[in-house]
Each structure stands twice: as structure tokens, then as C-alpha cells.
């Protein structure tokens, strides 16, 4: 068995998200809404969680990091569902096996960059390893669905394109290189109430004709398409606008969007320059929000 094992769970962020259409009910999954979206991930540790586990008798969980103060370790954890989830599986040491699994939050709570979906997956890549389970991706992703639909893309951890209900990836060429400064106003929003607050038709799909060859040519391409959760987002966290609005006034910011359900804003650069230094007047303008600069891919 491997000694303490640790992973960094990066912040996802979604640069277009497209809700296409319902599941209906009876079916598998019936009432979920099914997607597009194109996710990338953070590549900063700044903009990270990171998951430690270490072997143990039982299971257990310890939170800390600076926004680890409200996060429950309760049962309903991500992380300890990731871990009760994986645990049967081990037949190398026994199902009974237990890990000390340590949680180091640093992405705001309930804010639309996947901070507990990149937990929950993490905590399987970390607990595969660290009790010897011969699974393989592919069926490690199926069962994390279980434990929500951003799991299996926080799973793969690339620029992927995402449909259905998050079971569906396409895993993009490499996208040309950009810089994000992520935002969020300190308020926590909850994906089913803004999935509730949406209005209007369904989206079309609209994936990418043809691979952007710069950050310019990417922010063209994405602005042809939405986030269609902003707007009941920005329905119910009147604090986004100001969010959006301080990004967009960033100079080199070549788009200003939701990520997700939110209410974490991302702006899009084409230089870490750029990037670095919006990221400094924003933390400086504004103390109490929560703010990061990575590049993401």
C-alpha cells in the first residue's frame, strides 16, 4: 500500500454552457437538464482545493484552508461520498479499509467552478492509488456520476467538451494559450435553485466548427455562445453584476462571463501579464471577494 498520497483539485470553469434540453421523467436520470458546455480547468494552485489521504483504520475527514470554516464533514461530504463510493471496490486490502482523508479548501463554496465536484474526484484518484484498486477510467467515471454530473469531467481534469447530463466527453486538441482571473463576490448560490430560476427555450448545441488559434480567436468563438445559467444567476445574486462589469473594465480583458451556476465570473487574457495584474486591482478595489489569476487548459 502507498503511503500519504495528495492531489490538487483545480477549479472548473465552464466557458460557454448551453442547457439543451430535459430528461424526461421515467428516464434514466429523469428531470436533469442535459448540457453543453466547453470546461476547462485552472492550472494555478491558487485557484485550487488539494486532497490528502493517508492510510487508516476508518474513514474520517478533516477540512481546513481559508474557506474550509463552514464546510461540513458530515456524511454528505463529497470527499467521504467519493470515499464510501470507492471503499467495496477495494479487494487488495479489504472493504473494511479506512483512509484519513484531509480537505484543503481554498475555492469559495457554491460558486460554479466544481469545487466540491474537483474534491469528490481527487479524492477517487488519490484512494485508487492508495489502496491498490485495479479500476479503469472509464468505469471510475461511470460510478462517479453517482455523485454528480461534474464529477466525471473533474475526473479527466482537460479542456473538454461536455454534453448530456456530464457523461459525455470530448476531449479537445490543445487550445491556444490564455489566462483567467476568476471572481467571486462571496456569495454562496445553490445549482438547483438557479436551475429552477431558468426561463426561456432550450439552446441548440453549438460546438466548435473549427480549433481557435489564439486567445483572441477563442474569446470570438465564445462569443457566439452563452452561459444560459447567467441570467437567473445574476436574478438571484444581484452582487455578479458588479463582478461582471469590474472584469470586463480590466485592461487585455478579452470576455467577461459566469462560470457555471456561479456566482464566480471569469475574464479571459491573452497574457499572464495582463492576467496578473487585473487580478491585483480587483483583490485591491475589492478586499472581501475572492479572486485568483491561472492559466487553464
Sequence with gaps: MADGLSRLA????????????????????????????????????EASDRVSVAPAEALSLHIGGPQGGDLSAGEDNLVLRAAHLLQPMNLKTGPERGAMLTLTKT?????????????????????????????????????ALKLGADVPVCLFGRATMMSGIGETLHPLPPLPAFWLVLANP???????????????QFTPPQPFERRPDSAADLAILLRARRNDLEAPARFLAP???PVLAALKAQSGCLLA?????????????????????????????????????????
Excluded at 437538464?33 to 470546461?39: A, D, F, K, T
Excluded at 462571496?186 to 426561456?200: E, P, R, Y
Excluded at 457555471?260 to 471577494?289: D, H, I, M, Q, V
Design 239 to 241: 452582487e455578479i453584476d
Design 107 to 143: 475555492l469559495p463554496v457554491a460558486s460554479g467552478i466544481g469545487g466540491g465536484s474537483a474534491d469528490a474526484a481527487a479524492a477517487l484518484h488519490c484512494l485508487r492509488a492508495l489502496w491498490g484498486i485495479e479500476i479503469d477510467d472509464e468505469t471510475l467515471s461511470r460510478a
Design 257 to 297: 462571463r459566469l462560470s457555471g451556476s456561479g456566482a464566480t465570473c471569469f475574464g479571459l487574457f491573452a497574457a499572464e501579464r495582463e492576467a496578473t495584474f487585473a487580478a491585483r486591482n480587483l483583490a485591491r478595489a475589492y478586499p472581501k471577494w475572492w479572486v485568483a489569476a491561472t492559466a487553464a487548459g
Design 10 to 45: 483545480p477549479a472548473k470553469i465552464n466557458l460557454f454552457l448551453h442547457v439543451t434540453g430535459r430528461r424526461p421523467a421515467g428516464a434514466e436520470h429523469g428531470g436533469y437538464h442535459e448540457l453543453e458546455s466547453l470546461v476547462v480547468f485552472a492550472q494555478a494552485p
Design 186 to 200: 462571496g456569495v454562496a448560490l445553490a445549482t438547483k435553485d438557479v436551475f429552477a430560476a431558468l426561463n426561456g
